[in-house]
């Protein structure tokens, strides 16, 4: 079936170090592709997005795109600050139906440190 | 984008009561909706799929007379956890998606349950 794999947290970085989150997927059609993020106490919001392959989602700073040869989604960041500090989800979704729910990956979990 | 509110966001109660939590599409219309439950420091866990008008579809291992789901209009689904027990304290989150395509689910703000 669908599934979308994350690295395992969680990750601890300095501020204004570089992030990368991986994310890969299997889904057996061409799925959009999303990131959300969770702070401390709150639901998920929705960071980015891609639609298709070779896609660039990008948003506060934040980028992932779309590697369909790779299965990939990789979410990036050049200089992180401590209000990133949040857990991260990777989601696809298939279907042309919205009464489906997404994919969503484990979540990984993300301290930056002043 | 897409608002989906919550209420309430904080609800302490006494064990064997039971509590309902509302789920709102604010600027949009959401035929469906989805429930989750997450433990501290662990990934979400789809409780059930609710469409409006029909019965909710709950996923394997959810008790459907304990957790009661509601779909009445286009913009509003309920969640009421009967008789709840200690176990059931959790954060819940509801989450919709607009009509058609392979769009985001939009996520409500969470409504911790706390049973004494």
């Known amino acids: 079936g669908d599934s979308v794999t994350q690295m395992e947290g969680p990750v601890t970085l300095s501020e204004e170090a570089f992030l990368t989150i991986n994310c890969t997927y299997t889904a057996t059609g061409y799925p959009s592709l999303f990131w959300y993020v969770q702070y401390p106490g709150e639901g998920l919001q929705l960071l980015l997005k891609?639609?298709?392959?070779?896609d660039k989602g990008s948003n506060k700073g934040f980028e992932a795109t779309y590697r369909k040869e790779t299965t990939s989604f990789h979410l990036e960041k050049g200089s992180v600050q401590v209000s990133d500090s949040a857990v991260y989800f990777c989601a696809l979704s298939l279907t042309n139906s919205g009464n489906t729910p997404l994919v969503f990956g484990k979540g990984t979990r993300l301290s930056v440190i002043a | 984008g897409a608002v989906v509110s919550q209420h309430p966001s904080r609800v302490i109660c006494k064990s064997g009561t039971s509590v309902k939590i509302e789920c709102r599409s604010l600027d949009f219309q959401a035929t469906t909706m989805f429930w989750y439950r997450q433990f501290p420091k662990q990934s979400l866990m789809l409780m059930a799929t609710?469409?409006?008008?029909?019965?909710?579809?709950?996923e394997q291992g959810v008790e459907k007379d304990k957790f009661l789901i509601n779909h009445a209009s286009l913009t509003l689904s309920t969640l009421t956890v009967t008789s709840a027990h200690p176990e059931d304290s959790s954060f819940y989150i509801c989450?919709?998606?607009?009509?058609?395509?392979?769009?985001?689910?939009?996520f409500g703000p969470g409504t911790r349950l706390l049973v004494l």
């Open positions: 609710s469409n409006e008008g029909s019965k909710a579809t709950y």
């Open positions: 891609a639609t298709k392959a070779d």
């Open positions: 989450s919709a998606r607009t009509s058609g395509g392979p769009g985001p689910q939009y």
